[in-house]
């Protein structure tokens, strides 16, 4: 079974500064990958552990120079994949869902034989929680999100998926894309060993044009500012004491 | 404004329905609804489409027959109530007609012939705002951001029919243990990873009965020190809320977090350490020990009774 895991490679949100017109600096920002997405790549690890270590687990982004990073390549291989595959463009850096399905669609079909599509949550920045289901559905592969647990099987996968009011258990036949949760497992930290082991790995960089793909839009953004933040009196009181515990409640028992 | 004839709702939740149908009352002119849930709940609508209570099927063995329904209707304006389910549904719709859905949305209106939805991204950082590429706008809609109109029983009722090739259903379980409404307390106490242990959480739930409040967590409580389910974990990947006093108890106060309690009229931070962010996001806050504080200022509360 070829399982392929998609990612995403954002900036980190704490180092992201507001400029005086409340629009966003992210030159300063470190990149990263998704937090979500690493449930995705360490689900693709589970599965083939659970296959008997048979099978082969891919990794693909899209996106624009980043992609193309050797420390962020790394990182991604570190985690056990076994090849790295990336679609890089200026104007994939702000695609939205639907642009980035495609793309990765694209990609999907180019490397070929995938039996199953694993992808987070969201991303981590923009967190529409819609590439997965999209590209399912592009794919015309059957698609399920929400999926918190995944029992390899012949030809098929069984599911668990976690929704509001319980848990549905589905039989979902390959190829398929299932989009996991976050609490699905907890990915693993590489070792020395894996970072060192990650710079031999094979990875392929190809062009939209390489892909047979082009940047059609579902979407336009208007902006993409800092919202107003609540003014908040920061009333601080120092130390654990008895005194200032009564303080705090002084100010609390006038509220509840 | 011109307004979209045709709103199409889809909604599996009582106020799901109510809501939805309320915010395509006003953005449109006729609305058609697919729903799940109880037969009787179609409300405020010409003609609704009905998958069944799903206590022994899929919501997702219905999405060929949504996408044939939005392709022979062709609604310009498609309201999607933001469940698991939804979610999956609405990316079924928008691939098929080619937009990208505009979730999670706090606000959606119509400014002269299109319609704008406002989100967070970047985890809180900044607000996006948005419209769809072409003239169908899908967008996925979460609690409170319509308000439920009048009630009036829906017109005709259809039954849907499932039917979707490689996807069988095994089981349903329903979930154990009661549920948390953390978007509707008054009070809310917040659980971070300050607490050290699991065992010390009952400071927060004394705290919080003390009150007559819920209690919430911060994502690694959730999710990897696994101390509290995962609704229980507030912030913009989690449960937004928005009550009269939260209580951030060991949280250091990350834009994720704080984002998901911006909305709280007073923000009490209780912290350790001095240094913490959320000593610049509170109203009140105390240096010091939580294991101190927090039976404190639960005798505090009992003793006023």
């Not at chain 1, 099978?55 to 990073?69: F, K, R, S, W, Y």
Request: glycine share 10%; charged share 25%; proline share 3%.
């Amino acid at each position: 079974m070829k399982t392929l895991v998609c990612y995403k490679l954002v900036p980190e949100e704490e180092e992201i500064e507001v400029k005086r017109d409340w629009t966003l600096d992210l030159t300063k920002a470190q990149w990263k990958i998704g937090q979500y997405d690493l449930n995705a790549v360490e689900a693709g690890m589970k599965v083939k552990e659970e296959s008997g270590g048979k099978g082969d687990i891919v990794v693909l982004t899209v996106g624009g120079e980043m992609v193309d990073n050797s420390k962020l390549k790394k990182a991604i291989l570190s985690r056990g994949p076994a090849q790295m595959y990336g679609i890089r463009d200026e104007a994939l850096t702000t695609a939205d869902s639907y642009t980035t399905a495609s793309v990765l669609k694209a990609g999907i079909e180019k490397i070929g034989d995938v039996d199953l599509v694993l992808c987070g949550e969201g991303s981590g920045d923009i967190y529409a929680q819609q590439v997965g289901a999209v590209l399912g559905a592009l794919l015309g592969w059957p698609t399920v999100n929400a999926v918190s647990k995944i029992t390899p099987g012949y030809g098929k996968i069984t599911v668990e998926r976690s929704l509001e009011d319980g848990v549905e258990v589905l039989e979902v036949d390959l190829p398929a894309v299932a989009c996991v949760t976050t609490d699905i497992n907890i990915p693993r930290i590489p070792t020395m060993k894996d970072i060192l082991g990650a710079g031999k790995k094979p990875f392929t960089i190809w062009s939209l044009a390489e892909v047979g793909a082009e940047v059609v839009s579902g979407s336009e953004t208007i902006s993409t500012l800092a919202p107003d933040q609540t003014a908040r009196l920061k009333i601080i009181i120092e130390g654990g004491s008895e005194e200032s515990i009564d303080v705090l409640y002084n100010h609390m028992r006038k509220l509840v | 404004m011109s307004k979209a004839q045709t709103v199409l709702v889809v909604a599996e939740s009582a106020s799901g329905i109510a809501e939805l149908t309320g915010g395509a009352a006003v953005l449109g002119e006729v609305t058609t609804l697919i729903y799940a849930g109880e037969k009787n709940c179609a409300v405020n609508a010409e003609t609704a489409y009905y998958l069944g209570d799903l206590r022994d099927e899929s919501f997702l063995k219905y999405i060929p027959a949504i996408i044939s329904l939005v392709q022979e209707r062709m609604p310009l304006l498609i309201l999607v109530e933001a469940t698991r389910n939804g979610r999956l549904v609405a990316a079924a719709i928008a691939a098929a007609v080619g937009v990208s859905v505009l979730t999670d949305i706090m606000e959606l209106k119509a400014e002269g012939d299109q319609i704008l939805g406002r989100r967070m991204v970047y985890g809180g950082a900044a607000i996006k705002t948005e419209k769809s590429a072409r003239a169908v706008t899908v967008a996925c809609v979460g609690v409170g951001v319509f308000e439920a109109g009048k009630e009036q029983a829906a017109g005709t009722v259809i039954a849907l029919e499932p039917g979707a090739p490689g996807i069988r259903l095994v089981e349903k379980r329903a979930k154990e243990g009661k549920k948390v409404n953390l978007s509707a307390a008054k009070f809310v106490v917040g659980v971070g990873r300050g607490f050290g242990n699991e065992d010390n959480l009952a400071l927060a739930r004394d705290l919080a009965e003390s009150i007559g409040g819920e209690v919430g967590c911060s994502r690694p409580v959730a999710e990897e020190a696994k101390w509290m389910p995962k609704e229980a974990y507030i912030g913009v990947s989690g449960v937004m809320i928005k009550p009269e006093l939260y209580i951030a108890c060991g949280i250091s106060g990350q834009v994720q977090h704080m984002t998901g309690v911006n909305a709280s009229k007073t923000i009490v931070a209780i912290n350790k350490d001095k240094g913490a962010p959320i000593f610049e996001k509170c109203d009140y806050g105390i240096v010091g020990d939580l294991k101190t504080i927090l039976p404190a200022l639960t005798k505090k509360f009992k003793d006023r009774r």
